[in-house]
Structures are given as structure tokens and as C-alpha cells.
């Protein structure tokens, strides 16, 4: 079976660093994705990682390690408009369909 | 440019009643998924489609049909509506299953059943 695991909730300030956690157990792995997604709104394709380590788009970074079966999300500079829902989903098993853990809400505070 | 629309954006219907969910992309995208989202469950696969005439289940088919004539439509169907089906749908369709092609998602429908 596949199973993720994020945490449900997180808070941290504006202009801070923050660090989204999910690990994973899949039969088979083919890439992570980080998805966000602001209330009411659809999901948005934030970064992939297949290979073990760091991957860095401008504030954001997503780590992997596939030994650990372990990625974060590193969001720097914090902004009030950072505050959504961040998702993890794998890509990995008999199917090769992605699976989504169940996100972790972030509330960023002035 | 388009993208992917889904129709209607809201919906509220009755138990028993059939309903339709439309799914339109423009990006001649060969993958197409359908998903809920639930509070404590995520997004779930429900039906996803690798091209035209080809359908197969995902995590929680039961009680929807989809099918897919054309590569640009995937309509979702509720053919007897359920309570437990009220929830938010997302369409989304990817250029395909290659390792690193990212899903695309549209707004969403949130259907109601009462």
C-alpha cells in the first residue's frame, strides 16, 4: 500500500522560514510533487524532485531523500500570501497515478 | 488561453438524481484525472483517462461513470446521488505519466446533495 504523511497544520511569521515535512512509504517511486492551494481555489504546481536532494525555485526549496522515504518544502521570506494549503503527493507504484497526502495548512502572521 | 474549465462551479441536487460534472481543456493534454477533496482525506482519484477511449478506476470509482470521446472533454457522472457524494471535484490533465509532467487542475465544483 502507499501512505503520506504531512502535518495538519503549521504557523510561523512574515519574513521567517518555514519547513513543510512529509514522509512516505510507496511501493514503488517515481518523483514528488508539492502542490499549493489557497482556500476555495484550485491546487497549483509548486516543484518536483525524483533524485536525492535539494531543488531551489526562487523563495521555495524541496528537499528529498528516497533512502529516508523524506521531503520537506523550505519556504523562505515569509509573506502573508504564502498562507495556504501545501500538499504532497508521490508518483510511485503499480500505477504510476499520484497519491496526495492531505496537506498541511500554513497560516503566516504579521 | 483556457486552460482547463470545469462546469458548473456550484451545484446542489437531491439524492437519486443523476448529475453531470464538465471537464474542458484546451491544451490537447493526453492525460485526464478526476478527483475529490474531503476534509481529513485529501485529494482522492476517483477516474483517470491516458487518452481518448481509454478510462480506468482510481482510489474511490464507486458510483461515478466518466467517459471520454473526445481527447479535449471528461465529464464526471453521479448516475444516483449520494450524501456521501457532496464534496469538491477537481479536473486536472497532464501532457502524460512521464516522471516529471505536473498535473494542472481546474477551479473545482462544489456539489451539494441533499
Known amino acids: 500500500g502507499q501512505n503520506i504523511d504531512q502535518p495538519t497544520e503549521m504557523t510561523a511569521t512574515e519574513g521567517a522560514i518555514v519547513q513543510i515535512n512529509c514522509t512516505y512509504q510507496?511501493?514503488?517511486?517515481?518523483?514528488l510533487f508539492w502542490y499549493q492551494q489557497h482556500a476555495g481555489e484550485a491546487p497549483t504546481f509548486l516543484s518536483y524532485?525524483?533524485?536525492?536532494g535539494l531543488e531551489e525555485k526562487g523563495r521555495f526549496s524541496s528537499f528529498l531523500s528516497r533512502s529516508k522515504g523524506y521531503s520537506y518544502l523550505l519556504l523562505k521570506e515569509l509573506q502573508m500570501k504564502d498562507s495556504a494549503s501545501y500538499l504532497c503527493a508521490v508518483k510511485g507504484g503499480a500505477t504510476n497515478k499520484l497519491i496526495f497526502g492531505t496537506g498541511t495548512l500554513l497560516a503566516v502572521q504579521p | 488561453d483556457a486552460g482547463i474549465t470545469q462546469s458548473p462551479r456550484y451545484k446542489i441536487t437531491e439524492t437519486g438524481r443523476q448529475v453531470t460534472l464538465m471537464c474542458h481543456q484546451t491544451w490537447s493534454h493526453s492525460y485526464m484525472f478526476w478527483y475529490r477533496q474531503d476534509l481529513g482525506h485529501g485529494l482522492r482519484l476517483i477516474y483517470y483517462?491516458?487518452?481518448?477511449?481509454?478510462?480506468d478506476k482510481g482510489e474511490v470509482p464507486d458510483g461515478y461513470v466518466v467517459s471520454r470521446s473526445k481527447t479535449e472533454n471528461f465529464p464526471l457522472t453521479l448516475e444516483s446521488a449520494t450524501r456521501s457524494q457532496t464534496s469538491v471535484y477537481f479536473c486536472a490533465s497532464s501532457v502524460q505519466t512521464g516522471p516529471n509532467q505536473p498535473q494542472h487542475f481546474g477551479d473545482g465544483t462544489r456539489l451539494s446533495i441533499l
Open positions: 510507496t511501493s514503488g517511486f517515481n518523483g
Open positions: 524532485n525524483v533524485l536525492d
Open positions: 483517462s491516458a487518452a481518448a477511449d481509454i478510462t
